[in-house]
């Protein structure tokens, strides 16, 4: 009956073990042989000296029992308070060992909160220290990009002038060239009008261009200058000496003035004020008459020269 007894509460303390084991055992092998592992080396560096006491102390103590109520001199009897005192050891042995567990739990599960904490405030210290350095890049780059702004704002701005200075300085050179233009003509007025008469136009293209009130001045140039055709080309029939003739016919006829009549024409043609190009229309259609008749006297003076030199 007492060997019955005694097999049912060891099996009971085995439950216990189980179930103890169970509780604070780790789920995972892996896990627990890491654990036990660092364990070991931890208590081998010395950080877990006193639950390594504490616990090979309980050991001792059971077993220094367990060997004072097993060996003895005298003859030994199991009796119900022998049993009893069995099962109470073991029932010490396994409190110690749970107690043991929860106690290096506690520590370990402090250690972690420990870690854990100081984890998180690095976390925290970092993240603070990313804002900082990410508002001063932010604050950097703002800085670059306003400055790239003003930057632009001042090249376009010098663009801008330079595209007006560039305007106005083509804008001198073709009124000085037209004015040009109008100087070799008051110089040919009197020598050569027809090449008078081209310069005059050509002056008369570019004022007309950069809408110049010197315009009207220019027409009044062409206009002289087409009178004083007409008076060579009337002074010419009144003369009677051949030499003479020519000399005054050279002034007003010569033998590119067709090729010169032509270009002419293509320059009235490049006029965009219409009420000046129909002016100017007007005076060279005078002009060519004036220059046909002077070709057809140009042939009579040729034929009276060929035959007084026969």
């Not at 087409?226 to 000496?241: A, P, R």
Request: aromatic share 10%.
């Amino acid at each position: 009956m007492l060997i019955f007894i005694s097999i049912i509460l060891l099996c009971i303390l085995g439950m216990l073990l189980f179930i103890s084991y169970k509780i604070f055992a780790t789920k995972n092998i892996c896990k627990l042989t890491h654990e036990i592992k660092s364990i070991a080396n931890k208590i081998r560096e010395g950080s877990h000296k006193k639950l390594y006491l504490l616990t090979i102390g309980s050991l001792l103590i059971s077993i220094a029992t367990l060997c004072i109520f097993w060996v003895r001199i005298e003859p030994f009897e199991f009796s119900n308070d022998s049993f009893i005192g069995t099962i109470a050891t073991f029932i010490g042995i396994c409190a110690t060992l749970i107690v043991g567990w929860q106690i290096f739990s506690s520590i370990e599960v402090s250690r972690k909160m420990e870690e854990n904490e100081k984890l998180n405030n690095d976390l925290n210290t970092q993240l603070s220290e990313t804002k900082l350095i990410t508002k001063e890049q932010d604050e950097r780059i703002k800085y670059i990009y306003n400055k790239q702004k003003l930057l632009d704002l001042v090249l376009k701005k010098q663009t801008k002038e330079l595209e007006t200075e560039k305007i106005e300085r083509e804008k001198q050179n073709k009124i000085f060239n037209a004015q040009l233009f109008q100087a070799k003509g008051y110089a040919f007025s009197q020598i050569q009008p027809q090449t008078a008469y081209y310069c005059f136009i050509r002056a008369l293209s570019i004022f007309s261009e950069l809408k110049m009130s010197v315009c009207f001045e220019v027409l009044n140039d062409l206009q002289v200058c087409t009178n004083s055709i007409k008076q060579i080309l009337d002074e010419i029939q009144t003369l009677n000496i051949e030499n003479d003739k020519r000399n005054l016919i050279n002034k007003i006829y010569y033998q590119d003035l067709e090729e010169t009549n032509l270009t002419i024409q293509n320059i009235i043609k490049e006029i965009k004020d219409k009420d000046i190009q129909k002016s100017v229309y007007d005076l060279d259609y005078k002009r060519i008459k004036i220059v046909e008749e002077a070709k057809i006297l140009n042939k009579k003076i040729k034929y009276n020269e060929q035959n007084g030199t026969e």
